[in-house]
């Protein structure tokens, strides 16, 4: 997979020009698609994404997950919290499987979702673990925390505190109320971010957090 995705197209993209976007495999388009395909399907019975979102699935969905991987190019260990629809989780998964040490911890507190991620993970043969509990429970060493459409950055960061203390990255796919969100969040928590735009979204924006501590 090539690490950079700096000419993004903001038109919705196909199979393919995501894979030249990208650089992915054959085999990871195969094993994307067949994943499209199951969320297509599971949303039918289950609120996983807005059904309008499927038919522009490789850029909402597959491009806005994908791109999180160059911004963390050595990263094998990832937790994908709130990751009931398998995004950007699953995707991250299917891009890294094969390398050594990979895996993608996905924290859902949902078990009809996680029963979802189930028969996704055993259908593609993915490296992941799912946790069918509350994130914030969990004491994972990770080199990434992620999540997308979670909740607020106020209560994500509790969410991802015990990964944050652990060692971890927070690297999260935010819309275009981040700032606002931020700086509600700095009335609890102290740290470090840096925000970059959407390679799917020019509106949305990924969050990265270090070194984050309570305010006291």
């Not at 030249?20 to 395909?37: N, P, S, W, Y």
């Not at 969320?39 to 969905?61: D, F, K």
């Not at 996905?106 to 673990?129: G, H, I, N, W, Y």
Request: a neutral charge; one cysteine or more.
């Amino acid at each position: 997979m090539q690490p950079d995705l700096a000419l993004a197209p903001e038109a919705a993209l196909d199979a393919a020009g995501f894979q030249a976007l990208v650089g992915a495999t054959d085999a990871q388009i195969e094993d994307l698609t067949r994943f499209q395909t199951l969320l297509a399907e599971w949303n039918e019975v289950m609120n996983l994404v807005g059904p309008l979102t499927i038919a522009t699935y490789w850029t909402r969905h597959a491009l806005d997950s994908a791109q999180l991987i160059p911004l963390a190019p050595e990263a094998t260990v990832w937790a994908d919290l709130g990751a009931g629809a398998g995004l950007p989780g699953v995707v991250l998964a299917i891009l890294l499987k094969g390398r050594a040490g990979a895996k993608v911890h996905l924290v859902e507190s949902m078990t009809k979702r996680c029963r979802f991620l189930e028969v996704v993970a055993k259908d593609l043969d993915l490296p992941v673990q799912i946790h069918n509990a509350r994130a914030e429970d969990l004491k994972l060493k990770v080199d990434i925390v992620t999540a997308r459409a979670c909740a607020p950055m106020t209560k994500l960061l509790g969410f991802a505190e015990p990964y944050l203390r652990n060692g971890a990255v927070g690297l999260f796919l935010k819309g275009q109320d981040v700032e606002a969100e931020l700086s509600e969040a700095r009335k609890a928590w102290t740290f470090e971010s840096e925000l970059r735009t959407s390679q799917s979204d020019p509106r949305g924006r990924i969050v990265q957090v270090k070194r984050l501590s309570r305010v006291r």
